[in-house]
Nanobody, 124 residues
Framework: VQLQASGGGLVQAGGSLRLSCAAS????????IGWFRQAPGKEREGVSC????????LYADSVKGRFTISSDNAKDTVYLQMNSLKPEDTAVYYC??????????????????WGRGTLVTVSS
């Protein structure tokens, strides 16, 4: 199982970015993909999740209404569309995967496979 996050960059507050998580080595239908982020000096936190296993999705309260998670199973890619970005969204964003997982929570310990992060910087 391999995951590769991409799409980060520098954007002004109020702008948008779309992150991609390209996956290989597994079947999306059996897995949940989560997006997590870690801001400087802070602990890593869950942002959003989508489960091919049971179709569930989940968003952190801080991003509800601004971020949208989606998947393209034909491309084995999960996207995180981020709109109305705020400086507090600045962080390294990671995608992670685990098998037979629902998105009832975004507990990091539940995810076995992690990709390298992509840096998102939102300027004020």
């Amino acid at each position: 199982v391999q995951l590769q996050a991409s799409g980060g960059g520098l954007v002004q507050a109020g702008g948008s970015l779309r992150l991609s998580c390209a996956a290989s080595g597994f079947t999306f239908d059996d897995y949940a993909i989560g997006w997590f982020r870690q801001a400087p000096g802070k602990e890593r936190e869950g942002v959003s999740c989508i489960s091919g296993y049971d179709g569930s999705t989940l968003y952190a309260d801080s991003v509800k209404g601004r971020f949208t998670i989606s998947s393209d199973n034909a491309k084995d890619t999960v996207y995180l569309q981020m709109n109305s970005l705020k400086p507090e969204d600045t962080a390294v964003y990671y995608c992670a995967a685990d098998r037979w997982l629902s998105c009832a929570t975004m507990a990091q310990y539940e995810y076995e496979h992690w990709g390298r992060g992509t840096l998102v910087t939102v300027s004020s």
